[in-house]
């Protein structure tokens, strides 16, 4: 195919925007202009949403957009380490996968000019220009860290020089979005632009504040809502700077890692392993020794044995978990066993994976009652992938996409090789589809 007449792509990620909220404006009370313009009514949306992966949780997620691929095969399981003595300082899942293929490389590979800004799982992202999403702890420290891990190194002092501080990835607030959108604005004038008569380009980016003002205020709150409308007004800028750019040689993939939902409910599985014997803390809670700990993932946690030889504690285990399934109040929808959770695509170290009803978000601490009504955060997603609240959205415009056309139902595994199939390539480890060719 010549490379001149293949499109160019810009992969947005608004963290948590469900299909209601592009589809049921006016019901919910919000106004997102740009959305309605380019993808409701001159694009295609998948109106039944996209199905998440297993767990709906923000790092797996996005590794599932950008290779197709479940968390079971790319190997990021969930946002943070597992780490139940604390050995790795609160250190997340921060990296691109090694062991399937990315977009990010693909198109690199395939002629393209290949791009990232601030997108969650792209420390080390095979790509031309990568901007990560990484932390130390919030101050000066993280963009000279970043200054290193980019790609190529020193691209972030290049762009701090003129846009400010790139937001490395604690501040999720709206000034946090803002400097995510000037630095992919930056991205596309200063490093994609020049280029674009020699090569398309692949661009992925990335918007945390709806999410984060769902967390803190809940799903449908006025705060949630006037994050999402700046983001919408952020959209409308790097879409118009893309067309522009490229002369409207460009599709414009919009998409979300999963939905979310209010809580009602924290609950602790850690309390009860303590009560089995198989953690002990100490007076403050601290990890000194475990047998089996439970990891959480919102509304969904993993359970593994720190020796899977240890019969004794498997045992044990194996009788807490028939008690937990026993109580009518847990406030646990299911209880799944380590080959059922490999088979939903997540969790494969995993002795016990447990899902939550909705609106019990799963906690981490080991002392205290096991069901609390405190809430450690307004709304959380991370809960069975089968529940409509958990579902993303998918929507697609530019360069030959058809307008006001339904995509239905997808899954979440359907993004990249969709966007690979508009770039002309094939992603080989792909378990999703490509939709429109």
């Not at 891990?149 to 972030?156: A, D, E, N, R, Y």
């Not at 879409?239 to 750019?245: L, N, P, S, V």
């Not at 919102?298 to 285990?317: Q, W, Y």
């Not at 409509?388 to 056309?405: A, D, N, Q, V």
Request: net charge negative.
């Amino acid at each position: 195919m010549n490379e001149q007449r293949r499109p160019s792509v810009l992969l947005v990620s608004v963290d948590a925007l469900k299909p209601e909220f592009v589809l049921e404006q006016e019901r919910l009370g919000i106004h997102l202009p740009n959305i309605t313009r380019y993808f409701v009514e001159g694009g295609m949306v998948a109106k039944g949403g996209a199905k998440s992966v297993f767990p709906t949780f923000t790092y797996p997620c996005h590794q599932s957009i950008i290779t197709g691929v479940t968390p079971a095969v790319h190997g990021i399981f969930n946002n943070a380490m597992f780490d139940p003595t604390g050995k790795h300082l609160g250190a997340w899942n921060w990296f691109a996968n090694k062991k399937v293929k990315t977009l990010w490389q693909a198109a690199r590979e395939n002629g393209y000019c290949s791009a990232t800004v601030a997108f969650p799982t792209s420390v080390g992202a095979d790509g031309d220009y990568v901007a990560p999403e990484y932390w130390w702890d919030g101050s000066e420290l993280d963009s000279a860290f970043l200054d290193v891990v980019c790609k190529p190194q020193g691209l972030i002092s290049e762009m701090e020089a003129e846009i400010g501080r790139y937001a490395g990835g604690l501040d999720l607030t709206d000034g946090g979005d803002a400097q995510r959108g000037a630095a992919a604005l930056w991205m596309l004038r200063r490093k994609l632009a020049p280029q674009i008569n020699e090569k398309p380009f692949f661009l992925s980016a990335y918007f945390a504040s709806f999410d984060e003002s769902a967390h803190i205020f809940g799903v449908y709150s006025k705060e949630a809502a006037a994050s999402l409308q700046k983001i919408d007004a952020m959209l409308g800028e790097l879409i118009d700077e893309a067309h522009r750019i490229t002369g409207g040689d460009v599709v414009v993939c919009v998409v979300s890692d999963h939905g979310s939902l209010d809580n009602t409910h924290n609950i602790y599985p850690n309390v009860l392993l303590r009560n089995a014997g198989l953690i002990d803390t100490d007076e403050d809670g601290k990890v000194i020794r475990w047998k089996a700990w439970c990891q959480r993932a919102g509304g969904t946690a993993e359970i593994r044995l720190a020796d899977p030889n240890d019969e004794a504690s498997r045992a044990v285990l194996a009788q807490v978990m028939k008690d937990l399934a026993a109580d009518p109040n847990s406030g646990i929808y299911e209880i799944v066993d380590h080959e059922h959770a490999v088979e939903r695509g997540g969790f494969p170290q995993a002795e016990y994976v447990l899902v939550a009803a909705k609106g019990y978000e799963i906690r981490e601490e080991a002392l205290g009652d096991y069901c609390r009504t405190t809430l450690a955060q307004k709304a959380q997603h991370g809960y069975n992938e089968d529940y409509p609240e958990m579902r993303s959205s998918f929507m697609l415009e530019g360069k030959g996409i058809p307008k006001g056309e339904d995509l239905g139902s997808v899954q979440l595994i359907d993004i990249a090789p969709t966007l690979a199939g508009v770039m002309g390539f094939t992603l080989p480890d792909a378990q999703g589809i490509d939709r429109l060719h």
